[in-house]
């Protein structure tokens, strides 16, 4: 028999705040954190709005523990935050005989933001329109301004694995530490690989979950350059609309959503709360094309058929599903394609709801965050809605969860994400005492 993996704590930095129940309460109250842009000058951009983590100071938050990741990047910085939280919510500061050998790190981590304009600055500085009709780089001159400018510190901060290790250091969690970025599933895949390295017994407790920010001047531009990013700067707030036929492209935001899964028996001895149990866990490609889903949804029909086998359930106990709901039109088109043909005619009674709606697109924090509002709706019996939802589409034509949070009984549900690159990773996670 495999191992069971539980839930026992968590964490996140979002758009909507970081502590677990004000922005649960927020994202029932169909709160939306998209706004201007504030990071950075964007007006010149096609997009000049995002979902933004406001009023972050690490340095507060840490306190003594501030100095040895003082340097961490926005997205380090998040993940760490939002694991220490979730280290405290499992009442791990309070188990002494923990072995930290058996402790584990899995992100889904993005990579640390650009040093832009220093990197800028040499590349300016280095310029030379005079050499030939569309000028050359004096790589002399890039060079010293370079060293003079560019951090060594700040230049390894951008590797995705950084925070990984900032934790892993937080924590003395000797056991296995890895990092994947399969793009918007990244997250979701991470808790997947996690809960096997518990399953066969390579760890105890697991530290998962995911952080990115792309809130930056290339992140922003690469986005807008694949025209996948909603450019309603008339009416920023309502630009986030899954599955809404008006729907014009997803709103890029920026966070980090940790869990603390761990081996039942061992949460158990200890006295741990649980709070939900994994169950599931597929992942596919579609090995189509870089940024298209494939046209029938085959992944994401693969990935949720082998996450529901693989949690020995069936459609008949899925009672909710958290989607990937991206708001891009075709995103939001094969998913809930992808949806009937798993589903059937029972596809339309499920209800499904897109929380990107409110806090937009953390991008690889996507997925975990999404699994922690999962493990709330069992708890609390509610789920959250999809907001800006005004105008059906007849492409997509499943239970959204339109603008109000609803009460349902939640035993069991499913969380989706897809990534570009054609990555398809599905979760099905129960209620503690299923």
Known sequence: MKRRVVVTGMGWITPLG????????????????????????????????????????????????YETHKNASRNAAFATVAARMAWEHAGLPRCNALDRTMVGVYLGGGEGPMDFYNFVDAAVAGWDPAAGPRGDLNTQKWAEVAYEKLSATVEFEQDPNMAAGHIAALFNASGPNFNTLTACAASTQALGEATMLIRRGDANVMISGGTHSMLHPFGVTGFNRLTAL?????????????????????????????????????????????????????????????????????????????ALKDAGRTIADIDYISAHGTGTEENDKIESKAIRGVFADRAPRIPISSIKSMMGHLIAAAGAVELITCVLAIRDQIVPPTINYHEPDPNCDLDYVPNEARKVRVRTCMSNSFGFGGQNDSLVLTGASA
């Open 18 to 65: 970081r502590d677990i129940e004000t922005v649960w309460k927020r994202l029932l109250a169909g709160e939306s954190a998209i706004a201007p842009m504030t990071l950075f000058d964007a007006t010149t951009f096609p997009s000049t709005f995002g979902a933004e983590v406001r009023d972050f100071d690490l340095a507060a938050i840490l306190g003594d523990a």
């Open 230 to 306: 909603s450019t309603r700067n008339d009416d920023c707030v309502t630009a986030s609309r899954p599955f809404d036929r008006t729907r014009d492209g997803f709103v890029l935001g920026e966070g980090a959503g940790m869990l603390i899964l761990e081996e039942y028996e061992h949460a158990r001895r200890r006295g741990a709360t649980i709070h939900a149990e994994i169950l599931g866990y597929g992942s596919t490609a579609d090995a189509f094309r870089i940024t298209d889903i494939h046209e029938d949804g085959r992944g994401a029909i693969a990935a949720m058929q082998l």
